[in-house]
């Protein structure tokens, strides 16, 4: 396994997934490291400048999510919490204004802003809408041509349903028109998600040197959390002993692992911020080939989806 000394050890860290694969709760475990810093979802490189950030508007004038103003929320309580100390209804407002005098920064500058902020903690951060366009993973890379990336994987059926379960999510499936249109009536169809998000992350990695990616199963980190933390840290070069692993065994004691304020209640999936301890893991061993409940002809999963699922490990 190669180690990040072979790359920029202060270069910043993002985590790579669909949503529902234990991105809120693996990001802020590392992010509670002494060493490193966990942010929310900040979602800054899904745009080129922080007026269109704010505006939520691609260069071409579409509309980047319907979900937008919520997506804002990250980097409104990270604004907060490194400028004024803490996250309330008035240091958000100091939030929205700190955003909106940048305007006419890129957003590349503003995130680097935020690193001089945290140094000489090095930065954690998840969005999963950096996987809507392959032009967003590649403006990190223009940006910071040294950034670490953990490709964090979650079985293509513990995934699939926890986006059905999860508030908003089959809305969310729609607007990101994960729908079968085989069948005479359509089915939302989240494995559609699954695959092309963890496609096009393999597809990203394969483009960078291996030391700059390491890839993690969810399910080992909640299954055995000491051992797969402890190889995390090893990648990044980072001390793993009992305090380190403490401090990341506590992810409630995240600044941001809790509803914020009326003005930015999120930055991360809700059900997280409602109970943001590491809990004892409860994880079903699947069978690829079993019908799935979301479908009502009891289709399996699509044969590209298990060939994927068994090059990533999942048999």
């Not at 490291?33 to 007026?51: I, Q, S």
């Not at 004038?61 to 997506?71: A, C, I, L, N, Q």
């Not at 249109?181 to 939302?188: G, L, R």
């Amino acid at each position: 396994m190669s180690t990040v000394a072979e790359t920029d050890s202060r270069a910043p860290l993002f985590i790579l997934a669909p949503p529902r694969s234990f991105t809120s709760l693996v990001s802020t475990m590392l992010g509670q490291h002494p060493r490193l810093y966990g942010f929310p979802e900040l979602n800054l490189f899904m745009a080129g400048t922080m007026d269109e950030f704010w505006r939520g508007a691609d260069h071409d004038g579409g509309r980047k999510s319907t979900f937008w103003p919520v997506m804002r929320h990250g980097l409104l309580r990270s604004v907060a919490q490194l400028y004024a100390g803490e996250q309330t209804i008035d240091s958000i407002s100091m939030a929205y204004r700190w955003i909106r005098s940048r305007a006419r920064q890129s957003t590349a500058a503003v995130f680097a802003e935020l690193l001089e902020r945290i140094d000489p903690l090095i930065a954690v951060e998840k969005s999963p809408g950096y996987l809507r366009k392959r032009q967003y993973l590649d403006r990190i890379v223009e940006a910071f041509p040294q950034a670490r990336f953990i490709h964090l994987l979650r079985h293509p059926r513990g995934q699939c349903e926890s986006v059905l379960q999860a508030r908003g999510g089959k809305l969310m499936l729609m607007m990101l028109n994960a729908i079968d249109t085989a069948p005479a009536v359509p089915v939302i169809e989240p494995q559609i998600l699954w695959h092309d998000a963890n496609r096009l992350i393999l597809e990203f990695l394969q483009e960078l040197p291996p030391a700059q990616w390491l890839r993690v199963r969810g399910e080992d980190v909640l299954g055995d959390p000491d051992a797969e933390l402890g190889r995390i840290c090893a990648w990044l070069g980072l001390p793993c002993g009992a305090p380190e692993l403490a401090a990341m065994k506590a992810p409630e004691q995240s600044p941001y692992a809790h509803v914020g304020p009326i003005n930015a209640r999120l930055g991360n999936d809700i059900n997280f911020l409602l109970e943001p301890r590491l809990r004892p893991a409860r994880l079903r061993h699947y069978d690829l080939a079993e019908p799935l409940p979301w479908r009502p002809d009891d289709q399996p999963l699509h044969p590209a989806v298990v060939e994927l699922a068994a090059e990533l490990g999942y048999r």
